[in-house]
């Protein structure tokens, strides 16, 4: 037995007893000797070792693995109350470091994790899971709103502390329900706690903390406001788990060697408004697998840009977009081009011209087919070198349209400038179109000032005779749109030229 002992000085002492019994000298008559040791030494060493591996060293706040034998625990034993983590995730910490150094963003941190501390209770502990990351561990509260309440307790508190230093963050909320893991992986954990407690839990914590860190991220880029709560629930969890599958049917795609269906191209006809002649096709990206069904690429170009899969997948619609023009070409329509979306992060790669040009001399393709449709939004951010890139894919002979144009920042000052051959006006001046208080002007505006800077221009999202009226009333030099035709799939395409009438 390991006893603690206050002595008469107040001290404490720390003493194992061993007792053992010894042969009886009467009846009820028994003798022990007792050992008893002082092990005062060894059981500071002991809770010293117990205390680091349970609290951050340099705030003092319990850790992570601290948390997890914690939750372990109470889930097993804490079935009926209510339990929650809400997590604080102070994102631009790094970039503190970068610039400071570690001191200043140490001291922060602890700035943090002593005003936080001010909000523990008896059935609210303060966790740090990372640098950045803390954590309360909530129970027995009454209500989801409480959750909600004290998180904006807690972002009151943090907002002065790091105005000044302009630390911003997010806060996550989730609630630690029966079924948790139910919906991800399903792990069990063997967890010893204290001494003599062997608990087997049925819950994944690593994902409980996993999904409280997406919900902080989330929380950040959902309201783009510090320290706003945000919810882990049930729609979110889909939407998490949607994207995950989505970035998993991309990595796929993007490491495979053979040509993979579930990425295809669909052609949308670009009507030449002169000519009355279909004069070329944008290429338009789909994903389709058995899992996701067909996956809009408003919704999965997006993802790929963000994990950077943008690269390798943009790669595979060049190349598909160029068997489609070798195709076209087998057909007799050796005149029909392509347009191809390419996303900013494909341009700034160091090599993607050379890759570009190396892909058009593989193919058999010629540069003068070739538009490259790249949003006016990137313009904004990166003006000077987006400027030099497109020069130089230009000069090789290839067309770059502006897409989008007038939804983005780009100054008008600028596009003269600018080395774009052709702006697309975004559908929402070609919906104007329709309505008759709406203001028109602005459209013929657009098409006349683009003529005056040297570019042709492209009608987006053309649905109506009344708006193609309006074009070819105005000037402009091509359309695109439903009432030409949807996007269509590659052996629909080819039939639809080989039946086009002119218009
Ligand atoms: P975007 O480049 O502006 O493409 C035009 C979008 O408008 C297409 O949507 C097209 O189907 C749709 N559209 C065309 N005509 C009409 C119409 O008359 N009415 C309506 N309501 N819509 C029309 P989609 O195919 O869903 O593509 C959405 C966006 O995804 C594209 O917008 C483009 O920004 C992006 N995207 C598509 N494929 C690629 C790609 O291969 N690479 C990159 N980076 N982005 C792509
Ligand atoms: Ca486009
Ligand atoms: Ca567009």
Not at 246 to 273: K, M, S, Y
């Amino acid at each position: 037995m390991e006893k603690r002992l206050i002595k008469p000085d107040g001290s404490i002492v720390w003493v194992s007893a061993t007792a053992a019994a010894l042969a009886p000298i009467g009846e009820n008559i028994m003798n022990h000797v007792f050992l008893v040791q002082d092990i005062s030494e060894r059981k500071q060493i002991e809770l010293e070792r117990k205390y680091i591996s349970e609290h951050d060293r340099w705030t003092g706040l319990y850790n992570r693995e601290y948390l997890e034998s914690v939750l372990a625990k109470d889930i097993k034993l804490k079935k009926d109350s209510p339990k929650a983590l809400i997590g604080i995730n102070l994102n631009t910490v790094q970039f503190l470091t970068i610039n400071y150094g570690f001191q200043y963003t140490q001291n922060l941190i602890k700035k943090a994790a002593e005003a936080l501390s001010r909000h523990c209770a008896e059935n609210c502990l303060l966790f740090q899971v990372s640098e950045s990351v803390f954590v309360f561990y909530l129970f027995d509260y009454k209500k989801k709103k409480a959750l909600v309440d004290f998180s904006y307790d807690i972002s009151e508190t943090l907002s002065p502390i790091f105005v000044t230093e302009r630390i911003g963050g997010g806060i996550g909320i989730i609630e630690i329900e029966e079924n948790q893991n139910e919906v991800d992986l399903d792990i069990d954990i063997d967890v010893d706690i204290d001494v003599d407690i062997d608990v087997d839990v049925d819950v994944d914590i690593d994902s409980l903390l996993r999904r409280l860190l997406i919900a902080s991220e989330r929380s950040l880029s959902f309201f783009g406001e510090d320290f706003e709560p945000y919810f882990y629930d049930q729609e979110f969890e889909a939407l998490v788990n949607r994207e995950r599958n989505i970035v998993e049917a991309l990595a796929a795609i993007a490491t495979d060697e053979q040509t993979n269906d579930e990425l295809f191209l669909q052609f949308q006809p670009i009507l030449d408004l002169k000519s009355g002649q279909i004069c070329s096709f944008e290429a338009l990206a789909r994903l389709k697998t058995e899992k996701l069904g067909l996956v809009p690429p408003v919704e999965f170009i997006p993802i790929a840009e963000k994990t950077k899969l943008i690269i390798p997948i943009g790669e595979k619609v060049i190349i598909k977009g160029f068997q489609f023009l070798n195709k076209l070409k087998e057909y007799g329509y050796d005149e029909i081009g392509i347009s191809i979306n390419i996303s900013c992060i494909q341009l700034l790669k160091p090599d993607f011209g050379t890759r570009f040009f190396k892909l058009m001399e593989e193919m058999e393709v010629d540069p003068k087919s070739i538009c490259m449709e790249i949003t006016e939004s990137v313009f904004a951010s990166d003006y000077e070198q987006i400027n030099g890139i497109i020069e130089k894919l230009r000069d090789a002979g290839l067309e770059i349209a502006m897409d989008d144009f007038g939804t983005g920042y780009s100054s008008l000052a600028r596009e003269r400038e600018l080395n774009v051959q052709c702006l697309k006006i975004d559908k929402s001046f070609i919906d104007m179109l329709v309505e008759p208080e709406l203001e028109k002007a602005i459209t013929s505006d657009i098409i006349s000032m683009a003529h005056k800077l040297g570019h042709y221009t492209i009608a987006e999202g053309v649905e109506h005779h009344i708006q193609l009226q309006y074009l070819k009333e105005h000037g402009c030099d091509k359309t695109q749109g439903y009432l030409i035709s949807k996007p269509l799939d590659e052996e629909i395409a080819i039939d639809f030229l080989k039946n086009y009438e002119k218009c």
